[in-house]
Nanobody, 121 residues
Framework: QIRLMESGGDLVQSGGSLRLSCTAS?????MGWFRRTPRGKREGVAS???????TYADSVKGRFTISQDNAKTTLYLQMTDLNPEDTAMYYC??????????????????WGQGTQVTVSS
């Protein structure tokens, strides 16, 4: 089973930026980020397929960018123009699965311990 470890979360002011990283124990075809809000809601944030196709939640389009290294074992999430609604625990997830979207990644059964992002107003 693939192992995932996230890092990079922090407390930032509204309008600030952060870059999250996720290290995977092995490469796979689909990787993504989802978040759990303080109210417990899970939301797919971004996904990337091994060919480079990406998808984003409407709430982060134009502000967040997902990418990965050439080995497909490190995943990044560059977040800009952060606002308090982005406050959440962010998780990396991955699977060998052809349907790689912000919705499908919520069904993956593997994720890391999460990294906390807190945006102050």
């Amino acid at each position: 089973q693939i192992r995932l470890m996230e890092s990079g979360g922090d407390l930032v002011q509204s309008g600030g930026s952060l870059r999250l990283s996720c290290t995977a124990s092995a490469a796979t075809t689909c990787m993504g980020w989802f978040r759990r809000t303080p109210r417990g809601k899970r939301e797919g944030v971004a996904s990337i397929f091994s060919g480079g196709t990406t998808t984003y939640a409407d709430s982060v389009k134009g502000r967040f960018t997902i990418s990965q290294d050439n080995a497909k074992t490190t995943l990044y999430l560059q977040m800009t123009d952060l606002n308090p609604e982005d406050t959440a625990m962010y998780y990396c997830t991955a699977a060998r699965y052809p349907d790689c979207t912000v919705d499908s990644i919520l069904s993956f059964g593997t994720w890391g311990q999460g990294t906390q992002v807190t945006v102050s107003s």
